[in-house]
T-cell receptor, first 112, second 115 residues
Framework: GQQVMQIPQYQHVQEGEDFTTYCNSS?????IQWYKQRPGGHPVFLIQ?????EVKKQKRLTFQFGEAKKNSSLHITATQTTDVGTYFC????????????FGQGTILTVHP | SAVISQKPSRDICQRGTSLTIQCQVD?????MFWYRQQPGQSLTLIAT?????????ESGFVIDKFPISRPNLTFSTLTVSNMSPEDSSIYLC????????????FGPGTRLTVL
């Protein structure tokens, strides 16, 4: 089945530093989604990328989809303590059913 | 966005027993999804529940262990049968929706501990 590799597994940053997590697939993806899960919470949808080379921004968050549609990244500028949590990428394959395969997640800790 | 509730929110169960988890959605949806998230791990899809048909199970998950009901378009149950400590996990139900109809909305989860 489809697999997506996400790195790093953990990231500790000082408040104000930047943070990036990467997601890679060996196969071409129809789209990729990003979710955030706060400690003790459930995953919450952040964004979906569909087009090759697409870049989307949400305030301090920048999401990119690779030209080959096999990789994606999430970059947070000037992290805040409210950014703590686990960030997951989730890839959909080429069918209209769109079953999602989640990456392993990156656990972000922000030290004040 | 969909609002999803789950019952129970957590439970501690004895080995060999079964637990049924309920999932209620505030709108009618065709497909409901059941995920498992083991401590510190990612989400793994258990099965997809369609109203009026048998659930579709992912590799490694079988109906005898995780029977699913889907009596209507707003409700589903997942039973974890003959539990063992390895079943200790968070179980989440989910539906698709949003502007692209591809967003996954998750319930708050059921935290299960099996002793």
């Amino acid at each position: 089945g489809q697999q997506v590799m996400q790195i790093p597994q953990y990231q500790h940053v000082q408040e104000g530093e930047d943070f990036t997590t990467y997601c890679n697939s060996s196969t071409t993806l129809s789209n990729i989604q990003w979710y955030k899960q706060r400690p003790g919470g459930h995953p919450v949808f952040l964004i979906q990328l569909v087009k090759s080379g697409e870049v989307k921004k949400q305030k301090r968050l920048t999401f990119q989809f690779g030209e080959a549609k096999k990789n994606s990244s999430l970059h947070i500028t000037a992290t805040q303590t409210t950014d703590v949590g686990t960030y997951f990428c989730a890839a959909a394959g080429g069918t209209s059913y769109g079953k999602l395969t989640f990456g392993q997640g990156t656990i972000l800790t922000v030290h004040p | 966005s969909a609002v999803i509730s789950q019952k129970p929110s957590r439970d501690i169960c004895q080995r060999g027993t079964s637990l049924t988890i309920q999932c209620q959605v505030d709108s009618q949806v065709t497909m409901m999804f059941w995920y498992r998230q083991q401590p510190g791990q990612s989400l793994t899809l258990i099965a997809t529940a369609n109203q009026g048909s048998e659930a579709t199970y992912e590799s490694g998950f079988v109906i005898d262990k995780f029977p699913i009901s889907r009596p209507n378009l707003t409700f589903s149950t997942l039973t974890v049968s003959n539990m063992s400590p390895e079943d200790s996990s968070i179980y989440l139900c989910s539906v698709r929706g949003g502007s692209s109809y591809n967003e996954q909305f998750f319930g708050p989860g059921t935290r299960l501990t099996v002793l």
